[in-house]
């Protein structure tokens, strides 16, 4: 495993949102290539529950299928949603579905 360096000030707001009692959203915006990814999979590498890149400049019907697809690696009794609605009620019946008392992490990579 690779040693996280420069990132303490990025490192505790993810971990505060990871001890918080509420759902949190949390976007990492910058340059390409500087870590961003890697810094996600580093410090919520526990607790991701579900993981999605999306395809740059792909259109919307491939976006859901993708998910779809990834979704599916998962659990495989959905079909192919219809919209992002139905797509993301998939994902929260499968989170739902999880045994874990912990935090669950999604982390959307490349968000369309």
């Known amino acids: ?4 360096v ?10 505060d949102a990871l001890a918080s ?8 915006y910058g340059r390409r290539r500087v870590g961003k990814t890697f810094l996600i999979r580093s410090v919520y590498r ?3 529950r579900f993981e999605f890149s999306g ?14 697809l990834t ?4 659990k495989k009794e959905f079909q192919p949603p219809q919209g992002w609605i139905e797509a993301f009620h998939q994902l929260k019946q499968y989170l739902g579905s999880l045994k874990t008392k912990s935090k669950k ?3 959307i990579d490349e968000f369309p």
């Open 1 to 4: 495993m690779q040693k996280l």
């Open 6 to 15: 420069g990132r303490s000030y990025e490192t505790e707001i993810l971990n």
């Open 21 to 28: 009692n509420r759902s949190e959203l949390i976007a990492v």
């Open 46 to 48: 526990n607790h991701i």
């Open 55 to 68: 395809i740059n400049k792909a259109p919307f019907k491939q976006q859901l299928l993708s998910f779809h």
């Open 71 to 74: 979704l599916s690696e998962k």
């Open 105 to 107: 992490v999604i982390f």
